[in-house]
């Protein structure tokens, strides 16, 4: 028998992933969406699906649903988009977590956060575990992100202990996939769209900063694991793909996989930019049985073919 899930931010890049297969999976899905970075288009083709709802709402104002899960995605993920407005954003992690636990609470749902390696900050400590407290400065121009996000998670552990919720906390790393923005500014859709038009690659720094890539297949699968899990599986548990690869060489294998002639070129590296990512995810293979299996150059065939088809359509 299927439940009644309530998919915040479904409109999003790994939202509407997971909405796709949740559908797959035989639930009844509510997917809510503000459409800030979230598109249409992104689930255009779950419309006639007769267990997918849409909703346009704002997680910052109070929410009355029936409800047997809430996974809660909505922020907008990417630098450019959350500086835009670092009050809302702020606003979002904190209200919309309060919101959402308040719903929770009331119709004794299971609720899943999507926190993130930026809890972690510029890390001292590599690969980050769990039990690391990370190195966020509180005031500079990420914080409105990262401490949103720290603060969901202190949320979510307090509504957990004072009045019992069944909470599930993921620290997600930087993921990748079709129907990512090609305007947000993130490295691999940068690559691949300034790739495909032939422009210049932008390499932020020296490129030797190095970032751990995940696939969404593999993410959106770890993301189900955990909500399934026994329920002393709380989390936080990182979720990413171990496999470490400095910016350069995702340019080099970015350029090779697209034939482009593009050439390289350097810019500076944007403030409190970090220089290592790489999560370890022993507790999530020991806990969840998981781990990624989409390896880079598979994952960016896929990618660098889903833009050509938009590019195609004349969408960027
Ligand atoms: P995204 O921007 O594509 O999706 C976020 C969605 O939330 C969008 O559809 C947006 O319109 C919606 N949204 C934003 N503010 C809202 C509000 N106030 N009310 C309702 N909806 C709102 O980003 P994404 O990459 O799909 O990220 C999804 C979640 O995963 C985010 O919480 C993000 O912080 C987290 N995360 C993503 C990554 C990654 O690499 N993609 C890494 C770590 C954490
Ligand atoms: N809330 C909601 N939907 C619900 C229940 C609560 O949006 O079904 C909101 C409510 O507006 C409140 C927040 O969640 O501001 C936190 O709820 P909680 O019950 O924890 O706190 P209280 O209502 O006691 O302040
Ligand atoms: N980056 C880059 N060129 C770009 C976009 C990003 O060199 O066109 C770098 C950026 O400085 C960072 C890394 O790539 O070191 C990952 O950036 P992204 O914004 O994708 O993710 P995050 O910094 O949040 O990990």
């Not at 047997?68 to 907008?76: M, S």
């Not at 690559?191 to 696939?215: E, H, M, N, P, W």
């Not at 989409?294 to 990618?303: D, F, I, S």
Request: aromatic letters at 10%; proline letters at 6%.
């Amino acid at each position: 028998m299927g439940k009644r899930i309530l998919v915040t931010g479904g409109a999003g890049f790994l939202g509407s992933h997971l909405c796709e297969r949740l559908l797959q999976d035989g639930h009844d899905v509510i997917c809510l969406d503000n459409f800030y970075t979230g598109r249409k288009d992104n689930i255009v083709h779950l419309m006639d699906h007769r267990f997918f709802e849409l909703m346009r709402h704002d997680v910052t104002f109070p929410l009355y649903v029936e409800v047997d899960e809430i996974y809660n995605l909505a922020c907008p993920a990417s630098p450019i988009h959350y500086q835009f407005d670092p009050v809302q954003t702020t606003k979002t992690s904190v209200h919309g977590a309060i919101n959402m636990l308040g719903l929770a609470k009331r119709t004794k749902a299971k609720i899943f956060q999507a926190s993130t390696s930026e809890v972690y900050g510029d890390p001292e400590m590599h690969p980050q575990t769990e039990d690391y407290r990370g190195n966020v400065n509180p005031i500079g121009p990420r914080a409105c992100y990262d401490e949103g996000k720290r603060c969901a998670e202190t949320l979510f552990f307090d509504y957990h202990r004072q009045h019992r919720l069944n909470i599930r906390v993921a620290r997600i790393f930087n993921t990748y996939g079709p129907r990512m923005l090609p305007n947000d500014g993130r490295v691999v859709s940068n690559f691949i769209v300034q790739a495909l038009k032939g422009r210049d690659i932008t390499i932020y720094g020296k490129g030797s900063q190095t970032r751990s890539f995940c696939y969404v297949d593999d993410l959106v699968d770890g993301i189900i694991r955990l909500m399934n899990a026994p329920d002393d599986v709380t989390g936080p548990i990182n979720l990413g793909n171990p496999v470490e690869f400095t910016i350069m060489d995702l340019a080099k294998m970015v350029i090779e996989l697209t034939g482009a002639k593009s050439q390289l070129v350097f810019k500076p590296l944007p403030e409190d930019d970090p220089m290592q990512r790489q999560p370890n995810i022993e507790k999530a293979k020991k806990l969840l049985g998981w781990q990624p299996s989409v390896a880079l150059r598979q994952g960016l065939e896929k990618t660098i073919a889903y833009f050509e088809s938009e590019l195609s359509k004349g969408r960027f």
